[in-house]
């Protein structure tokens, strides 16, 4: 009697065990989950695609030329390229107008120079600077602006500053930038009025930097270097203040020892762990807005080089820009206001306008030195040269920040 009754409580119990399982899973199953809770926001967060506007989702350029072996050692740079996951600090949105560029939409420009942390003081600064590169008096009912400066050569510590350029002291009396700004000058009808026949050469650990007030520095060379301490200084100055550092490789391409250099300086000058080299997009107003509309997005440099161009900005605007396709040896040979190779030579026989041992080269070691590849290459500098001198007009017109 007693065992049967076991039995049958054993019974009732693996029952109502059953049941009451049964009906647990499927409440747990039917009871939807709560939204409110912050828990599972943050996990439906977490599993969601990252949006384009964040810095992982922007393609980090590759330092190694192609071909070269896997195991090529890769500059420290590139590391500090991509956002410290283990880091608590916040990682500031992309630019907008790299945002817009990844969503499709045309014709994207910069974004606000007063949305980038522009101050009254350095508004003001930039003011000043934007404002000596225009004449005082303007043509009568003349609404397009006007532009008189005279432009420089840095010359940094080591290496060969002047690889494009000759001169004699602080004079350069021939070379790619004088070439360049005859052609601008030239093409511009007279509202860009470089000094070509003035380029100087200028110290970069020199206070003249901030009396000169040139619209930017142009810097070359072939060889490592590493500038000084107080070169470092000056240049972080001269870029608060609206200035700018054109960084154009007397070798094509990438990782020779100058373009590992010149990045790594000026991250030395730009320190801010924010602050990374961009690939500008063709939407940029530098391609967007040219002066020569025919030339658009990066034209082939020497030996057929097309290396995209790279900034690094300073509120909102570009500070640095880097050329690696090696304009400046195109630029060594002149071309004349007819648009033609300038072939002139002085009294003792030398060209004007040519660095002979590029022009006999130009068809054996040295490639793309044709007229049109060396047109496209001079229209695009003059569109660069433009976008310098333009790039603070939103300061100087709107009052931006003060």
Known sequence: MRSRDLTVSLLVHVILISLFGTVVLYKAIETPPDFASDNLVAAREASAPRPVDEPSAVPIPSLLQPGSPSKAPIPAEIYRMQPDMNSNRSIPAVAPHVREMAQGIPNAVAPPVDAEGLTPAAAREIRDLADSWRPA????????????????????????????????GSKIESGSLPNLLYFMSASSKGKVRANYQDVRAIRLDSDEIFVAKPPFIFLTGTRDFRLSDREVENVRKYLKMGGAIWG???????????????????????????????????????????????????????????????????????????????????????LGKDGKIDLRRDEAGRYVAINESVWKNRETYLRNLTPPALEASYKFGTNLVVHLLTRWDGVTRSGAGL
């Open 137 to 168: 008096g303007r043509s009568a009912g003349s609404r397009e602006p006007e532009f008189v400066f005279t432009a420089f050569v840095g010359q940094y510590s080591g290496g060969d500053w002047n690889s494009t350029n000759r001169g004699v």
């Open 248 to 334: 154009d490789s007397s070798v094509p391409g990438k990782n020779s020892r100058f373009d590992i250099a010149f990045r790594r300086e000026m991250k030395r000058v730009l320190a801010d762990v924010d602050k990374d080299w961009e690939v500008l997009p063709e939407s940029d107003p530098i391609f967007s807005r040219p002066f020569f509309p025919e030339v658009r997005g990066v034209p082939a440099g020497l030996n057929s080089y097309r290396e995209p161009i790279r900034v690094l900005r300073m509120f909102g605007e570009v500070a640095v820009i880097y050329t690696s396709n090696d304009y400046g040896d195109m630029w060594q040979i002149g």
